[in-house]
């Protein structure tokens, strides 16, 4: 049974800071991972997919990576800003399944 | 334009009573699903359809039933709710299945049973 682990649950860091979420999966078996952004009260955004073929993708200020053999992902914001405060959330699309299965998430709170 | 709209945005109802949440998109998008957050934040899918057609019933009671009268919408129909139904509901959809497509979700319906 797949397994999606952020840790920590959560963080706070001044404004300016790079950061670096983590994300990881007990089975490597998957068709792509993607991240998620969910801020108080709202749905999910979805910020980037990288398919279980590529290595990272980068949207603006954040770059995802995948290492699909040891089960990691990260996400990397540069130059952190208030505006980046939300739950950030990763899900992998379990191969065989068509489902997406979702990491609790991890509470973000940039601080200015 | 809101790409996936679902209605209402909140339910507070009773025990026992019978309610259906509405989902709509306007992505074009050919698979839709609904997802279900607990009150520890965690997010399970329920339900899958692509085309219309049901591809994932996720172990759901038959309390639930999810109904697509075309691709742009999937309405969730809940029988008989229960205290333990109370979660905030989430509707999404993709382009495809979700192996090859990111997922956009709807902004949510939060239930609450008393």
């Known amino acids: 049974k797949q397994e999606v682990t952020q840790i920590p649950a959560a963080l706070s860091v001044p404004e300016g800071e790079n950061l670096v979420l983590n994300c990881s999966f007990t089975d490597s078996a998957i068709y792509n991972l993607q991240w998620f952004r969910q801020d108080p009260g709202k749905g999910l955004t979805s910020l980037l997919l990288?398919?279980?073929?590529?290595r990272e993708q980068t949207s603006g200020r954040l770059n995802a990576s995948l290492d699909k053999s040891s089960g990691r992902s990260t996400l990397y914001i540069a130059a952190s800003q208030p505006g980046d405060s939300a739950t950030y959330l990763c899900?992998?699309?379990?191969?065989?399944?068509?489902?997406?299965?979702f990491g609790k998430g991890m509470k973000l709170t940039v601080n200015p | 334009d809101t790409a996936v709209s679902q209605t209402p945005k909140y339910l507070v109802t009773q025990m026992g009573n019978d309610k259906s949440i509405k989902c709509e998109q306007n992505?074009?998008?050919?698979?839709m699903y609904w997802y279900k957050q607990d009150s520890k934040k965690f997010l399970k899918i329920m339900f899958s359809?692509?085309?219309?057609?049901?591809?994932i019933n996720e172990t759901v009671p038959n309390r639930f039933s999810p109904k697509s009268p075309d691709k742009a919408h999937l309405n969730l129909h809940i029988n008989s709710l229960e205290l333990g139904d109370s979660a905030v509901y989430f509707c999404?959809?993709?382009?495809?299945?979700?192996?090859?497509?990111?997922?956009?979700f709807g902004p949510g319906t939060r239930l609450t049973v008393t």
């Open positions: 992505l074009g998008h050919d698979t």
């Open positions: 990288i398919q279980s073929s590529q």
């Open positions: 899900a992998v699309t379990q191969g065989g399944s068509e489902k997406l299965v």
């Open positions: 359809y692509n085309n219309k057609e049901l591809i």
């Open positions: 999404a959809s993709s382009q495809g299945l979700a192996d090859s497509y990111e997922q956009y």
